[in-house]
């Protein structure tokens, strides 16, 4: 069976992937109108980057069903169950850096760097997240977490100082 793309670098079946998911035998299966939005994401978000950076990745994760989104401790609104988020990290990329090139350079209804310390331009991964629905705006609202508290805006690249 042919893997269904999302977007030319991105299939549905690595925007579903969970090994918690796959372990416990839970169906992290998206409906019709799921698939859609998860290729609106990778279309408009995930495949800029990719085109950008020119470097291979793969979201750590992206849609959760409500079973396991509960069973990660993922909020009860997460944008994930909603197939309208993805995490992810790029190899050999300062997630600082691809933070601040996301927002300056595509559209997305939340961007979050997450777990982020300030000594460490690679440390956590960034969490992206695009509605597709209609009439609904996007947010543009970016965000870094530092594990306890969310911070406005993204921190400063203290590297390139």
Known sequence: MAAVRLSSHFTLAEMIASQTATRLSINNQPDAEGVDALSSLCQRVLEPVRVYYGVPFSPSSG???????????????????????ADFSIPGIANIDVAEWMRDNVEFDQLILEYYDHGNPCSGWVHVSFVSSP???????????????????????EQSL
Not at 66 to 85: F, P, R, T, V
Not at 135 to 150: K, W
């Open 135 to 157: 009439g609904i705006d996007q947010r543009s609202e970016a965000l870094t977490f530092d594990g306890i508290i969310y911070h406005p805006g993204l921190p400063k690249d």
């Open 63 to 85: 849609y959760r069903s409500k079973e396991l989104n509960d069973i990660l401790g993922g909020s009860k609104d997460s944008q994930h169950c909603k197939c309208e988020a």
